[in-house]
């Protein structure tokens, strides 16, 4: 099992940016980002296919989130913009191989997780 290390959540006010890190297993696998609030499932947030493949992102975060990685491809990176109160919750990375397209957004499609970093966006 390999365990993915998180950084970077914090606490923010509306409108401002947090970049949020996760090392991950290599460049071959699918990173992906999800959240989780209290009391609600959790949900996709953004995803980038292995060997520099094509990013997916959940309608709620288009536009406001970035996924990326780095040249080695093995840190993904999530960017996120203009923060609103509900993009509060504990944000997980994931990886996993061999995920197909349609599979992208299922939490049970990947293997390997972070532990969670919280993000709060509060005024």
């Known amino acids: 099992q390999v365990q993915l290390v998180e950084s970077g959540g914090g606490l923010v006010r509306p409108g401002e940016s947090l970049r949020l890190s996760c090392v991950g297993p290599?460049?071959?696998?699918?990173m992906g980002w999800f959240r989780q609030a209290p009391g609600k499932e959790r949900e996709f947030v953004a995803a980038?296919?292995?060997?520099?493949?094509?990013?997916h992102y959940a309608e709620s975060v288009q536009g406001r989130f970035t996924i990326s990685r780095d040249r080695t491809k093995t840190t993904a990176y999530l960017q996120m913009n203009s923060l609103m109160p509900e993009d509060t919750a504990i944000y997980y990375c994931?990886?996993?191989?061999?995920?197909?397209?349609?599979?992208?957004?299922?939490?049970?499609?990947?293997?390997?997780w972070g532990q969670g970093t919280q993000v709060t966006v509060s005024s």
């Open positions: 994931a990886a996993g191989n061999t995920i197909i397209l349609s599979s992208l957004r299922r939490p049970d499609a990947y293997h390997h």
């Open positions: 290599g460049r071959t696998y699918t």
């Open positions: 980038s296919r292995g060997n520099g493949g094509t990013t």
